[in-house]
């Protein structure tokens, strides 16, 4: 077991069980928004037809979407975008000119069509992990993909998707996300064909708190020592909710092909902690560790990704 106070497995699916659970009760209104997708700079736009979604219901956030439709008319295989830690959203042109129907979703409403929402800042980050360890796994990553799976339900039902055929990607904590959100779809039957998975965040923090240097393990650093010193009662329940958002405790869940990336230059979600999980991947896999790359949002992961995705979704 990666850590004492980690939940066994069987533990894991009871817990992708319930958050799904969640996901299928909350009523979500999805409201599409007419505010422009992009700024008119230099006499430059882009396709229409790309769009922002505000989520509302079942007593989650407001958070956004931005949803790009595939072209051609016929149902198109959907890809799932998460977001990096901090507030962003993305688009993804080069994949919808693949074929793909491409939602980005930032839960937790961090991320406006008008910008970040600083009210929900905490210090100079933002809580998800915070209030993850804080709350002892009552609030924090559980809203998150709660969220997001409930958006996803959105997504598959509408015209234009094929929804037998889905994939999900991300960076650094969407990398993490990716990968903790697929294992929550595959407990309510939603067949994910492949995960991509760049730099990825929220794997195996165990090791990565121990370090001198934690990285961006340093949000739950802090906190672990934090309850260790106020409330070393809860530390158990801490660790254990860390271990319900821990990649590797989702590992034996992830069976669809899995590619993950690295960067030999990266200290923020470090090389070592991204073969960990890779070692542990049961099914398909792909590992590539990208010669003198530092943590960012990688061109040949979006580059590699879409030939994964080309492959298996």
């Known amino acids: 077991m990666l850590h004492e106070h ?37 006499a430059v736009r882009h396709t229409s037809g790309n769009h922002y979604v505000e989520f509302t219901g079942g007593g989650l956030d407001r958070f956004y979407g931005y949803w790009q439709p595939a ?29 793909f129907n491409v939602l980005h979703v930032s839960p937790l409403g961090y991320a406006t069509p008008d910008g970040p929402d600083e009210s929900k800042r905490m210090g100079d980050s933002w809580p998800v992990l915070p209030e993850t360890v804080l709350s002892l796994g009552e609030r924090g990553y559980v809203d ?11 997504a598959l039902g509408l015209e234009g998707v094929d929804a037998r ?28 064909g492949a995960v991509a998975a760049d730099v990825i965040f929220l794997t195996n923090f165990p090791d990565m708190v121990a ?25 158990p329940a ?9 990649t590797l405790s989702h590992a034996h869940r992830l069976t669809m092909p899995v590619m993950l990336t690295a960067g030999t230059e990266d200290t923020v979600c470090p090389p070592d902690s991204v ?14 560790e990208l010669a003198g790359q530092a943590h960012g949002y990688t061109v040949p992961f979006l580059r590699l990704a ?8």
Not at 17 to 40: I, P
Not at 147 to 154: D, G, K
Not at 227 to 235: F, K
């Open 275 to 288: 073969r960990s999980l890779f070692e542990c991947l049961p099914g398909t896999r792909s590992y590539t």
């Open 211 to 235: 370090q001198l240097d934690p990285g961006a393990y340093w949000l739950a650093k802090e906190h672990i020592e934090h309850i260790a010193a106020e409330r070393p009662g809860d530390a």
């Open 306 to 313: 879409s030939a994964w995705f080309r492959t298996y979704v």
């Open 238 to 246: 801490a660790w254990r909710a860390l271990g319900f958002v821990d």
């Open 6 to 42: 980690y939940p066994t497995p069987a533990e894991v699916d009871d817990w992708c069980a319930g958050l799904w659970r969640r996901a299928e009760a909350v009523e979500l209104a999805a409201r599409v928004l007419d505010a422009e997708s992009y700024a008119f700079q230099l």
């Open 71 to 99: 072209t051609g008319g016929a149902p198109a295989p959907t890809l799932v975008h998460l977001p990096g830690y901090a507030h962003e959203m993305s688009a993804h042109p080069e994949l919808v000119a693949e074929g």
């Open 144 to 154: 998150w993909l709660a969220s997001a799976a409930a958006a996803v339900r959105w």
């Open 165 to 192: 055929r889905l994939g999900v990607f991300g960076s650094s904590n969407g990398g993490g996300t990716a990968a903790l959100l697929t294992s929550v779809l595959s407990a309510g039957g939603v067949e994910v």
